[in-house]
C-alpha cells in the first residue's frame, strides 16, 4: 500500500503531481471554459455574492489563506478567512449573499462542521471543498467541489493541502468568469499554466536530495523559523506546522514584512530559519523586499534556507543554503514552495527516529469540538 515508500507521508508527498493533476481534471471543456455544473448553485446567487468567508482549521486554513489572495485579485469579492472554531463562536457578519467555503480533507471535522451549520442558519450559502465522498460537511453543505488527491493516510496532510490550493482555485476562476471579472489574466490561460504545475512538483521532488541532508545535521534543532511574504506567508505557516507535528521542534511562520516589529528580536548566531523568495518578476518589488530581510537577518548570524526560483542569483551571496523551484506566476508559487518544507519535516522527524505516519498527540480526523 506503501508503493516502495517507508511511510505514508512520503507515498503521499510523492503523490502530489497526481493530486493537483486529478483535481484540475474534468473542469474545462473542449474550448478550456470552467464547467462546474457539480457545483448546483444557481449562477444568478454565485454573480450575486457579496463576499466569501473561507472556514478551516490547520492546514486546511492555510489552504484557505493561499486562496484570499487569489480570489480576492481575480474576483474582486472580499473574502475573509477563518479558524472554523473561532467563527463559530462570535457573531459574523453574513446574510444571504455571503459564500461561506469550507475547506476539509477528511470531511468530518467537527469544528469546520459547526462552522457551516452556523453559517447556514445566518443564511449564507455554503460550498465545501473535501476529499472524502459523502462526509458530513459536503452532505450538508448546499453545494461541494471535491478534491481528488485520494486517500490521505498520514496524520499530517501534505497531498490534500495542494489539491486543496488548487480546487479553491478553480472555484475562484469559475466565480472570476461567472462575473467577467479576469482581472490581469482570463480564467483558460490560468487554468493552462495550472495544468503544468504537477511536471513541476516532479521537478521539485526530483531535487530534494540536499534537503533530506539538511535535516538530518539540523535534527538537533531546537527551534526553527519560516519566513514568507504575500502568498509565501501562509506556505510558511505551514511549513512551521509540519515541522510542529512531525519533529516536535518549535517553528513558527511569520510574514516577513513583520520581522521588523518584532521577530527579528529572535534572530541569535546559528538560528536556523527558512525564508520563501517571491519569484524576481512578482509585483510590487516584494522579491527585493524578501532578499533584503535574508540579508538582514544573515547580518545578526542566522542560518538561512533560503526557497528560491531558479535562476535568481540575488539571494545566493545571503543563503547559507538554496533549495531551487522552477518558475510559476506568482498565485502558483505556494504549489511549489511548500514541498521542500513537507520533505524537510518528513526527514527530520525520520532522522529523530519518531512515527512520521502518526506523530503524537493527534488523530487523522479531529471529530470532537
Ligand atoms: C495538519 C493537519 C491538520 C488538518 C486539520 C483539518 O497536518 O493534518 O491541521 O489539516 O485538522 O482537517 P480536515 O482537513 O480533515 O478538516
Known amino acids: ?36 455544473d457539480e457545483l448546483h448553485i444557481d449562477v444568478e446567487e454565485l454573480r450575486a455574492v457579496t463576499k466569501i468567508v473561507i472556514v478551516a482549521c490547520g492546514t486546511a486554513a492555510y489552504a484557505g489563506m493561499v486562496a484570499k489572495y487569489a480570489i480576492e485579485h481575480w474576483t474582486r469579492i472580499p473574502v ?13 457578519v453574513i446574510d444571504e449573499r455571503t459564500l461561506v467555503v469550507s475547506i476539509s480533507q477528511s470531511g468530518e471535522t467537527m469544528d469546520t462542521l459547526m462552522a457551516v451549520r452556523h453559517a447556514k442558519e445566518l443564511g449564507a450559502r455554503t460550498v465545501s471543498i473535501c476529499n472524502t465522498h459523502g462526509s458530513t460537511i459536503p452532505r450538508e453543505s448546499d453545494a461541494v467541489l471535491y ?6 493516510i498520514a496524520v499530517a496532510s501534505t497531498k490534500a493541502f495542494l489539491a486543496q490550493i488548487t480546487a479553491s482555485y478553480i472555484l475562484g476562476l469559475y466565480l472570476a468568469s461567472l462575473r467577467g471579472t479576469s482581472y490581469g489574466r482570463d480564467a483558460a490561460e490560468v487554468m493552462a499554466e495550472l495544468q503544468g504545475i504537477p511536471a513541476q512538483i516532479e521537478t521539485v521532488l526530483a531535487g530534494m536530495d540536499r534537503v533530506k541532508e539538511i535535516a538530518y545535521y539540523m535534527a538537533d534543532s531546537r527551534s526553527v523559523l519560516f519566513l514568507g511574504r504575500h502568498v509565501g506567508y501562509p506556505v510558511a505557516m505551514e511549513g512551521a506546522l509540519k515541522l510542529k507535528e512531525l519533529a516536535y521542534i518549535h517553528a513558527e511562520g511569520f510574514a516577513a514584512g513583520e520581522l521588523k516589529h518584532g521577530p527579528i528580536a529572535l534572530i541569535e548566531p546559528g538560528q536556523p530559519v527558512f525564508v520563501i523568495v517571491p519569484s524576481p518578476g512578482s509585483e510590487h518589488g516584494l522579491h527585493d523586499k524578501v532578499v533584503s530581510n535574508i540579508q538582514e537577518i544573515r547580518a545578526r548570524g542566522a542560518r538561512t534556507l533560503v526557497i528560491a526560483e531558479e535562476g535568481d542569483e540575488d539571494v545566493v551571496p545571503f543563503a547559507d543554503e538554496v533549495i531551487r523551484v ?13 514541498v521542500p518544507l513537507q520533505v524537510f519535516a518528513l526527514h527530520l522527524s525520520t532522522a529523530k527516529g519518531l512515527d512520521v505516519d502518526q506523530p503524537r498527540n493527534l488523530a487523522k480526523s479531529v471529530t470532537v469540538e
Open 1 to 36: 500500500e506503501k508503493s516502495g515508500y517507508d511511510t505514508f507521508m512520503e507515498k503521499e508527498i510523492n503523490d502530489q503531481p497526481h493530486a493537483v493533476a486529478d483535481t484540475l481534471l474534468g473542469r474545462t471543456d473542449a474550448e478550456g471554459n470552467l464547467t462546474l
Open 326 to 338: 522552477p518558475h510559476t506566476s506568482p498565485l502558483l508559487a505556494p504549489l511549489l514552495t511548500v
Open 80 to 92: 475573509e478567512v477563518e479558524l472554523a472554531h473561532e467563527f463559530r463562536y462570535r457573531d459574523p
Open 147 to 152: 478534491t481528488h488527491a485520494g486517500p490521505e
